[in-house]
């Protein structure tokens, strides 16, 4: 991944957008009027048939959590699309050699891992140096990567300091087999790439969804990818 990318502009966004997307995202009636909607859909209102999955990005996940942390997003079937890798990795990896390369990686994702998965998140696949991983809900995405950035502190190999940095997403991304998809995961891709090391940008839609009051914000207001539309907002995110 390129490297010379653009910093963030100085100026911090106001922290209301994330404040109005989690008083709207745990708004019981806006809740409610979804779950009476879906009923009216084909499928199982229940998340638990084919259809009813089907194009979501969290499937048969966003039933178990729905009725334990009920939200908009999971009734939608939207989910946030979370995307790591690691900083000036594949330089280090071709001098230090496939033996080393290996051992780096196992305990990366010895690192990395535990804490999507204790934040209920779902690992979709592992991409090396990074993984594509799935959650019900940005907070949780959010809360994972900065837990496993400090997990990853504390690894290193032959002088090579791991530094992850990560991209969050929120979309219906087409499910393939146990894969996924679709304009939202190359969008999800193209804002982690975006990152520079130690750094998680979200786009405008996972900020509006984003939970958490504590949240602090940078727009990168030169950002600019390859398959990712003009209208899409991203942002450096540090709680």
């Known amino acids: 991944m ?3 990318l653009p910093e963030a502009a100085d100026a911090e966004e106001p922290s209301g957008i ?18 009476k909607l879906r ?8 998340f638990g048939d084919p259809l009813s999955t089907s194009g979501t990005v969290v499937g048969q996940r966003i039933g178990e959590l ?13 989910g946030a699309i979370l995307f790591t890798d690691l900083v000036d990795f594949s330089d280090w990896a071709m001098a230090a050699g496939d033996d080393a390369t290996l051992v780096l990686l196992r305990e990366v994702a010895e690192a990395i891992e535990p804490p999507v998965r204790d934040h209920a998140g779902e690992i979709v696949k592992r991409l090396g140096d990074g993984m594509m991983a799935v959650f019900s809900d940005p907070a949780d995405a959010l809360e994972a990567v900065h837990e496993a950035c400090e997990r990853l502190a504390s690894v290193e190999a032959d002088g090579y ?11 219906r991304p087409r499910k393939l087999g146990g894969d996924y998809l679709g304009v939202d995961v190359n969008i999800a891709a193209r804002v982690a790439e975006g990152a520079s090391a130690d750094e998680v940008l979200v786009s405008d839609r996972a900020l509006e969804a984003l939970e958490g009051a504590d949240v602090k914000t940078k727009r990168k207001r030169l950002f600019r990818a390859k398959g990712v539309p003009d209208e899409v907002t991203v942002y450096s995110v540090k709680t």
Do not use: F
């Not at 009923?39 to 229940?46: A, F, N, Q, S, T």
């Open 39 to 46: 009923r009216l859909l084909p499928g199982d209102d229940r």
């Open 161 to 171: 300091q791991p530094r992850m940095r990560a991209g969050i997403h929120v979309g």
């Open 18 to 35: 994330a404040a109005r997307g989690r008083r709207l995202n745990r708004d019981p009636k806006l809740v409610e009027g979804i779950r």
């Open 2 to 4: 390129d490297e010379n």
């Open 66 to 78: 729905a009725a334990e942390r009920p939200s908009v997003l999971g009734e939608t079937g939207l």
